[in-house]
């Protein structure tokens, strides 16, 4: 088994959508509560983070589930991208957070640049 937490980095435009679909293969996601993450740095605990989506859609996006498909699909609005600005940041893919049995799937850097306007 791959040890636990995932590293990938991402990179994004400030004030775009984004949007990724982690696939769970020989893992039964079934029951799992999710949670993605970005903080101004790993030891920050602050509540809130700086952007957090959950299944619940909000403001900042919102994370889907298929359990069939072993997929999670986390979707960040432009709205939690430009509270972003310019750098990078650590993120983390949790299942079940606040719990015992709280994983940390995927993390890494999250990184926003500028783009100029057209």
Known sequence: MTSL????????SAGSQWA????FTGVDITGLAWEFVIRPT????????LVKV???VTAQGQITV??????????LTPA???????????YALW???GAASATPWCAGTFNTTQVPAP
């Open 66 to 75: 298929d359990t069939a498909a072993k997929t999670v699909q986390v979707i």
């Open 5 to 12: 937490p995932n590293q990938v980095n991402f990179v994004t």
């Open 95 to 97: 299942s079940n957070p």
């Open 42 to 49: 790993v030891t920050d605990t602050a509540q809130p983070p």
């Open 54 to 56: 959950t299944p619940t």
């Open 20 to 23: 990724q679909t982690f696939q």
């Open 80 to 90: 939690a991208t430009s509270l972003l600005g310019k750098g990078s940041r650590p």
